[in-house]
């Protein structure tokens, strides 16, 4: 079953919101914040999990010049799934994180976007399968009750 364009806004959303978290880190955060933080990223497993298996074989498939950079992206996933935990624990415990995620992750989606996202809109893609990239937009809703003002609004 396909629905309209919905796939590009949820993953844009998310994206917007690992950005704000990767500002937040950088600075370096108490224990408490870096906890909330890392549920954020807690939640990228799941996100990469649906760009790989549903979003990106349906968009290959509709935009066949898009598979090496939907084959580099999935390659950016494994090293991040490699070194996330790094970052992670740092903001559990409240350390400050000197490693490559944050960097090398914000490349990441600037590039999901620019050369996957993008082209398939350009090409004229207007409907994605169904499903849900993941729970990251529930995480920050939940911790920041921007969901709960929304409704209440």
């Not at 939640?43 to 790989?52: P, Q, R, S, T, W």
């Amino acid at each position: 079953m396909f629905t309209l364009e919905p796939a590009f806004r949820r993953l844009r959303a998310e994206h917007r919101v690992l950005r704000a978290v990767l500002v937040a880190v950088e600075g370096g955060v108490a224990r408490s914040r870096g906890r909330r933080l890392a549920r954020h990223l807690d939640a990228l497993g799941e996100h990469a999990a649906y760009e790989e298996e549903v979003l990106f074989p349906f968009l290959v498939a509709r935009v066949p010049d898009i598979a090496v950079a939907v084959e580099h992206a999935e390659g950016e996933h494994d090293y991040f799934a490699w070194h996330l935990p790094r970052l992670v624990g740092a903001l559990r415990a409240g350390r400050e994180y000197e490693g490559p995620m944050i960097v090398a992750l914000r490349h990441h989606l600037e590039e999901e976007e620019r050369d996957i996202l993008a082209p398939a809109l350009d090409a004229g893609v207007v409907v994605t399968p169904l499903g849900v990239p993941g729970h990251l937009l529930a995480v920050h809703e939940a911790l920041t009750g921007i969901g709960r003002v929304r409704a209440a609004g």
